[in-house]
């Protein structure tokens, strides 16, 4: 029997954080995570930089790295004048880098997660929503056996929990609303109420991005031009896709 929580009968979807993206299965998976990795994801792409997403940051992940060839994202807080993080403002300024290590345990996670199911998984931010969907768009219109779905990572909260985070429900709605317009479906009611809460606030945007539970704890942290990366609506024509385990440009 099918799941009910499958969204099964319609091509383009809509689900949370791991478990929805492993119970909503798409063709090609946009997974969403606006602060910030996917926006970091979008931001080294505009660069040329080719990004290795990886689960962990620990002694494996420096490994990991080193065995690729690749910089290593460090934690925001280590980052200092030069290196790098997961914050998009240390990748737009790094020079001389070409492939990078970028650890997050949401939306590398689940990019990771989904590209070992077989998924063609795109990073999706604010920054890209309507690049990405125009390129879906054409893979759809290519093959009418093909699905899509939008996954937002959200983020957790201190038991382990999912929190899900309203700057990723916009991200999703940012590409399912391209999508609609581009006359792709039919949306499954998921995909079609996060297409609404994207189009509620879209004339809002940056701004209500600060706003958001997840603009303000980068801002209280000292993080606030992340926040403003990641407003940049529509900035980016890049659309990283995750193939052989670098997120690269096609």
Sequence with gaps: MTSPY???GYRVGFDWGPVGAATVRGDLVAVVDVLSFTTAVTVAADKGIQVLPYRWRDESAATFAKEHRAALAVGRGQAGADGISLSPVTIRRAENVRRLVLPSPNGSTISQQLSDSGST???VSLRNAAAAAAYVATELARNSSLTAVAIAAGERWTDGSL????EDLWGAGAFLSALADSRVGPLSPEARAA?????EVAAELPGLL???AGGRELTAY???EDVGIAGEVGASLSVPVLRDGVFRVD
């Design 6 to 8: 499958s969204q099964y």
């Design 121 to 123: 998984v795109l990073a």
């Design 163 to 166: 929190r899900p985070a309203v």
């Design 195 to 199: 297409a609404a809460a994207y189009r």
């Design 210 to 212: 600060y706003e958001s």
């Design 222 to 224: 000292g993080f606030a």
